[in-house]
């Protein structure tokens, strides 16, 4: 399993929101590639990037923050209000090797396997916010106000000719809470869609959250807030899942 250290920017600087809430950010400093030189010194391979300034304004977004961080020598897969293919085009060219492509993945899923098709589809990963209701998984848009017009389910099927490869969901009741995972829910989407590489999101705040995600079969781990929060370092996160 992959780890994936993240860091959200706003304004260029590095900080993370409670369940995706502008009003409650906690700020951890104005040097992104300082934290990002700092993951790699620990021995981390990629970097999760959220361009928190982009997704709400597409004029706004920090190319000169990410190109940066690529320079760093991470691997980063970067999202944050994805638009359009120019946007995806500009971000690649920063120097990003993916592009996470979030709600425009829930309500044009045929856009999106356009762009998987022309960039390839180690280029995309479609990122499902999800809640889960009776049982059921359902994506969320709008900033997670209101759900999607079908469940993840029938929404997969959409995908299942354009050779999706990499998909995140973030179940959202734990995103940033620091509640733990919830692994049953990647090892349902790891049984029932063995060919995508499933990145998990959310809530992980334990070295034991990160061995039962990788128990559960997921391809990679987006870790941020315990990071921050010092709940356990990088280099303890890579041994433990090299070691588990």
Same mark, same amino acid.
Request: charged share 20%.
């Given at each position: 399993?992959?780890?994936?250290?993240?860091?959200?920017?706003?304004?260029?600087?590095?900080?993370?929101?409670?369940?995706?809430?502008?009003?409650?950010?906690?700020?951890?400093?104005?040097?992104?590639?300082?934290?990002?030189?700092?993951?790699?010194?620990?021995?981390?391979?990629?970097?999760?990037?959220?361009?928190?300034?982009?997704?709400?304004?597409?004029?706004?977004?920090?190319?000169?923050?990410?190109?940066?961080?690529?320079?760093?020598?991470?691997?980063?897969?970067?999202?944050?209000?994805?638009?359009?293919?120019?946007?995806?085009?500009?971000?690649?060219?920063?120097?990003?090797?993916?592009?996470?492509?979030?709600?425009?993945?829930?309500?044009?899923?045929?856009?999106?396997?356009?762009?998987?098709?022309?960039?390839?589809?180690?280029?995309?990963?479609?990122?499902?916010?999800? %809640?889960?209701?009776?049982?059921?998984?359902?994506?969320?848009?709008?900033?997670?106000?209101?759900?999607?017009?079908?469940?993840?389910?029938?929404?997969?099927? %959409?995908?299942?000719?354009?050779?999706?490869?990499?998909?995140?969901?973030?179940?959202?009741?734990?995103?940033?809470?620091?509640?733990?995972?919830?692994?049953?829910?990647?090892?349902?989407?790891?049984?029932?869609?063995?060919?995508?590489?499933?990145?998990?999101?959310?809530?992980?705040?334990?070295?034991?959250?990160?061995?039962?995600?990788?128990?559960?079969?997921?391809?990679?781990?987006?870790?941020?807030?315990?990071?921050?929060?010092?709940?356990?370092?990088?280099?303890?996160?890579?041994?433990?899942?090299?070691?588990?």
């Amino acid at each position: 399993m992959k780890l994936y250290p993240a860091i959200d920017l706003l304004d260029g600087r590095v900080v993370r929101l409670h369940k995706g809430d502008f009003d409650a950010v906690t700020d951890y400093g104005s040097d992104p590639a300082a934290v990002a030189a700092a993951y790699l010194a620990q021995g981390a391979e990629y970097l999760h990037v959220v361009d928190l300034s982009g997704a709400r304004d597409g004029a706004r977004r920090q190319s000169e923050t990410i190109q940066s961080l690529s320079n760093t020598g991470l691997r980063l897969q970067v999202g944050g209000g994805i638009r359009s293919r120019e946007e995806i085009a500009s971000i690649l060219k920063a120097g990003a090797e993916r592009v996470i492509v979030g709600s425009l993945a829930v309500q044009a899923p045929k856009t999106v396997s356009g762009w998987i098709s022309e960039f390839g589809a180690e280029r995309i990963v479609a990122a499902f916010d999800v %809640r889960i209701e009776a049982g059921t998984i359902w994506p969320l848009v709008a900033g997670w106000t209101r759900k999607g017009d079908e469940p993840l389910a029938a929404l997969l099927e %959409r995908y299942a000719q354009s050779g999706l490869r990499h998909a995140l969901v973030t179940d959202v009741d734990r995103d940033g809470a620091l509640q733990g995972p919830n692994a049953g829910l990647y090892r349902d989407l790891c049984e029932l869609w063995p060919d995508i590489a499933w990145q998990a999101s959310g809530g992980v705040a334990s070295l034991s959250d990160l061995t039962a995600l990788k128990a559960a079969g997921a391809a990679g781990a987006i870790v941020g807030k315990a990071l921050f929060e010092n709940r356990f370092t990088l280099g303890e996160a890579l041994s433990c899942l090299q070691s588990g």
